[in-house]
């Protein structure tokens, strides 16, 4: 009897302390998400406010380019077709280097992530 009740206490201390385990782990997994989502959240705060500055730059310059092109023509709406113009082989090479960009970009995250904190990165 004597024994049963030690066996009942090992079987008691041994499911305490895996109740333990999983809930510290489940701690860490949700700190781990909330920092990389955090970290998600401000990149893209911070590539938004760079995208719209950009795009205004973009408009103003644009524009003035436009009225100028026209002024130089005498046509302000031939100005304004020829600024269109431009945009076309620069937005066909923009699509033909930002994937493949963006795909390194996305591989090198991902492989920095998988190396572990306390050997050196071999690159």
Known sequence: MDEETKDEQLLQRFMEQITRHVETRWAY??????????????????????????????FFVTFGLAWWLGDLIGNRGGGFALTGLIFIPIGYGLSRWIRPAVR??????????????????HE
């Open 29 to 58: 997994f949700s700190l781990t998400a909330t920092e990389k989502s955090s970290g998600i959240a401000a990149e893209m705060a911070r590539v938004a406010t760079i995208f719209v500055f950009a795009l205004l730059v973009l």
């Open 104 to 121: 390194i970009k996305i591989i090198d995250a991902f492989m920095e992530e998988e190396q572990p904190k306390n050997e050196p990165n």
